[in-house]
């Protein structure tokens, strides 16, 4: 099974900060990574497919990259409705695994 | 629009076993599957298994081999997941959610049905 990694798993910030969470395949995933936004009491919703596609709906200040085995999402401008949990998770091949999450807190 | 509804929360005792629904609607049912998705209160996702549509195709991950089944009605636009001799690790939440398999993504999820298993 492909193994993914992400980090952190918690961070606190600020309205307006930069920042960027990282996830790490266990080996080579191509671009195929998917990123989902998780608010507490709600399922997850795609924020990005294919490492770097945004999602139809979803702001521009988020974002993705990577290819191979390393990837990040980068929120350019954090808003008060990003603080959620954010998972990674590989397409490449099944068992379709996910990363542990990285939880954003408000500073 | 692409929707999801999932039935609702169930207690369950252990050794029984739980059958969760996903009704789909707003698009070709045929033209996807579903993958299935739980989690553990307090926990992160953990990918269960999905399912083809069209053929039925099935593949599950190791850990629910031999006690999970998924299938899909095409007449009634629904899909279902049977977990069988439940245990108190089994407690989480079920999500439902559309995909195209390996290569894709999924989008959307359903709302979710908690599972309790508890004596």
């Known amino acids: 099974d492909i193994q993914m990694t992400q980090s952190p798993s918690s961070l606190s910030a600020s309205v307006g900060d930069r920042l960027t969470i990282t996830c790490r395949a266990s080996q080579s995933i191509y671009s195929y990574l998917n990123w989902y936004q998780q608010k507490p009491g709600k399922a997850p919703e795609l924020l990005i497919y294919?490492?770097?596609t945004l999602q139809s709906g979803v702001p521009s200040r988020f974002s993705g990259s990577g290819s191979g085995t390393d990837f990040t999402l980068t929120i350019s401008s954090l808003q008060p409705e990003d603080f959620a949990t954010y998972y990674c998770q590989q397409s490449h091949s099944t068992p379709h695994t996910f990363g542990q999450g990285t939880r954003l807190e408000i500073k | 629009q692409v929707q999801l509804v999932q039935s609702g929360a169930e207690v369950k005792k252990p050794g029984a076993s739980v059958k969760v629904s996903c009704k789909a609607s707003g698009y070709t049912f045929t033209s996807y599957g579903f993958s299935w998705v739980r989690q553990a209160p307090g926990q992160g996702l953990e990918w269960m298994g999905r399912?083809?549509?069209?053929?039925?195709?099935?593949h599950y991950g190791q850990k629910f081999q031999g006690r999970v089944t998924m299938t899909t009605d095409t007449s009634t636009r629904t899909a279902y997941m049977e977990l069988r001799s439940l245990r108190s690790d089994d407690t989480a939440m079920y999500y439902c959610a559309r995909d195209r398999g390996n290569y894709n993504w999924f989008d959307p999820w359903g709302q979710g049905t908690l599972v309790t298993v508890s004596s």
């Open positions: 399912i083809t549509v069209y053929n039925g195709n099935t």
């Open positions: 294919t490492a770097s």
